[in-house]
């Protein structure tokens, strides 16, 4: 258990603090300097925070921290302490920059349409700069993390857009428009395909399923034109009961095609199953390590 969990050094600690910077900004603009004129609610705590802001004029980064502290005590057991301890240093940098940088840049006054895909675009960018270091931000953040523990098969934008959904509705509410809701929507979706882009797309690729009776051949010809190692499975037909060597390849998109043209040129009764794989770890691909 040792060697698993790397010692939190000072190097760290400055790459942490450049994209927590990096990503408040990126974040802060989104919900700042585009959601709120708009008249929505975005996001998160947040969101939450912008409603409070439109009904009684509160700062949104103080209101931010002050909503954070019942969710931290509730998803501390369950996240941990040092994922805790870094989330907390993150929500601090948003707060601050949320209160004292963004009302120094130009707010958007113009469509709102055009506002809540900015939103989503902006905040799905600070986030994810942010989930790739480990970290969080805080609020529902915490709530999405925890409830990913528990769902890991869950992506973490499908479990945003979830919770999002309901501070969404929220600010439809209290600004008494529908158009509140829709736009809030939209610019959730946007933060979502975003996160979930970028997080899992940059290691995405496809898992090859083979069926041939030429296995060796195949995984020879396939390593000979890609470079990718093979995996043999056992297999047995249902209806011949004839049994089949399964050739696993993970791969990238761009190889889907030369070791299509490999098999077939092998064995042109193979059976060749393609699929999306979110991630591939290992060698070859994206180191496997524990944050």
């Known amino acids: 258990m040792t060697g698993i969990r790397q010692k939190y050094t000072v190097k760290d600690l400055g790459i942490d603090l450049l994209c927590d910077i990096a990503g408040a900004f990126l974040f802060n603009i989104g919900i700042y300097n585009f959601a709120v004129n708009a008249e929505f609610a975005p996001v998160g705590v947040s969101g939450i925070a912008l409603i409070l802001r439109y009904l009684f004029g509160l700062p949104m980064g103080i209101v931010s921290i002050l909503l954070n502290i019942p969710i931290l005590l509730v998803s501390y057991k369950l996240l941990g302490r040092r994922f805790?301890?870094?989330?907390?240093?993150?929500?601090?940098?948003?707060?601050?920059?949320?209160?004292?940088?963004?009302?120094?840049?130009?707010v958007y006054d113009g469509n709102p349409?055009?506002?809540?895909?900015?939103?989503?675009?902006?905040?799905?960018?600070?986030?994810?700069?942010?989930?790739?270091?480990?970290?969080?931000t805080g609020g529902t953040d915490f709530l999405v993390m925890a409830?990913?523990?528990?769902?890991?098969?869950?992506?973490?934008?499908?479990?945003?857009?979830?919770?999002?959904?309901?501070?969404?509705?929220?600010?439809?509410?209290?600004?008494r428009n529908l158009d509140?809701?829709?736009?809030?929507?939209?610019?959730?979706?946007?933060?979502?395909?975003?996160?979930?882009?970028?997080?899992?797309?940059?290691?995405?690729?496809?898992?090859?399923?083979?069926?041939?009776?030429?296995?060796?051949?195949?995984?020879?010809?396939?390593?000979?034109?890609?470079?990718?190692?093979?995996?043999?499975?056992?297999?047995?037909?249902?209806?011949?009961?004839?049994?089949?060597?399964?050739v696993m390849c993970a791969c990238n998109n761009s190889q889907v095609i030369p070791i299509r043209r490999e098999v077939h040129e092998i064995d042109k009764g193979a059976f060749i199953i393609i699929t999306d794989s979110n991630e591939v770890f290992g060698e070859g691909f994206k180191p496997i390590e524990i944050i």
Do not use: N
């Open 84 to 106: 805790l301890l870094r989330s907390m240093k993150s929500m601090v940098i948003f707060a601050l920059v949320l209160d004292y940088v963004m009302p120094i840049i130009p």
């Open 113 to 136: 349409f055009y506002a809540s895909i900015c939103t989503g675009i902006f905040s799905g960018l600070g986030l994810t700069i942010v989930y790739l270091r480990g970290g969080s």
């Open 147 to 175: 409830i990913r523990k528990l769902f890991p098969h869950l992506t973490i934008g499908q479990i945003s857009l979830v919770v999002d959904a309901v501070v969404i509705t929220a600010g439809g509410f209290v600004f």
């Open 180 to 246: 509140a809701v829709i736009l809030g929507m939209i610019s959730s979706i946007v933060t979502t395909m975003v996160i979930d882009k970028i997080m899992y797309g940059l290691g995405a690729g496809k898992l090859m399923l083979i069926v041939t009776s030429c296995e060796a051949a195949v995984a020879a010809a396939i390593e000979e034109a890609t470079g990718r190692g093979c995996t043999f499975l056992e297999g047995q037909g249902s209806y011949s009961l004839d049994e089949k060597k399964v």
